[in-house]
């Protein structure tokens, strides 16, 4: 039972480049977000999904883009990458409602 | 809007010693609470959570956790902590309304376990 999986786990970037970030999950989930996790940040809403086929802003949705491409995959794109998106990317789902969120493993981005 | 305070960032504590994380929390209406941990080069797993009814909820690894409305907080303890409860431990609340599709997370809390 994978449950959330991301992809890749790690990637160093050249500021400019630009990248997407792979989440997909099993649980046949609603919702899909995705976190950026700074340190004494906390974690921080990117983008989310409340259900198929919708897309919503969160706290730092600047310098991003998000496609949710069915039920299972929900991917976060980085156009023209900076320094300051250098962070650890969690992608999480939940069913809906009061039901927890569950979370992937991270992936660990370094834009030089 | 809602808002989550973890009022101390590091806490050591030495082994078998009771420990208690603090969480208090701002909404205008009803909310969900949830306490996650992370340990090193982890995602966050889900260690309990307050959706209604009894006050004191049980979770995974011996922890609980108090919901107090009128203080607004969800504090979480442990009797006696382990070395392997090393982690960093984040409390999330989620407004009922609007589908509680968002979490507000604080900004965590370091548990260190001395031996």
């Known amino acids: 039972n994978a449950g959330v999986t991301q992809t890749p786990k790690f990637q160093v970037l050249k500021t400019g480049q630009s990248m997407t970030l792979q989440c997909a999950q099993d649980?046949?989930?609603?919702?899909m977000y995705w976190y950026r996790q700074d340190p004494g940040m906390g974690l921080r809403l990117i983008y989310y999904s409340a259900s198929e086929g919708t897309t919503d802003k969160g706290e730092v949705p600047n310098g991003y883009n998000v496609s949710r491409l069915n039920k299972r995959e929900f991917s976060l794109r980085l156009e023209s990458a900076a320094p300051s998106q250098t962070s650890v990317y969690f992608c999480a789902s939940k069913e809906g409602g009061s039901q927890p969120q569950h979370f992937g493993d991270g992936t660990r981005l370094s834009i030089l | 809007a809602q808002s989550v305070t973890q009022l101390d960032s590091q806490v050591p504590v030495f082994e078998e010693a009771p420990v208690e994380l603090r969480c208090n929390y701002s909404s205008s209406v009803s909310v969900y609470l949830f306490w996650y941990v992370q340990y090193p080069n982890q995602g966050l797993q889900l260690l309990l959570k307050y959706l209604s009814g009894s006050t004191l909820v049980k979770g995974i690894n011996g922890f609980e956790a108090e919901f107090n409305k009128s203080q607004t907080s969800f504090h979480l303890r442990k009797p006696s902590v382990h070395i392997s409860d090393t982690a960093e431990y984040f409390c999330?609340?989620?407004?009922?309304?609007?589908?509680?599709?968002?979490?507000?997370f604080g900004k965590g809390t370091k548990l260190s376990v001395i031996p």
């Open positions: 649980m046949n989930h609603n919702s």
């Open positions: 999330a609340v989620s407004d009922l309304g609007a589908g509680s599709y968002q979490l507000t």
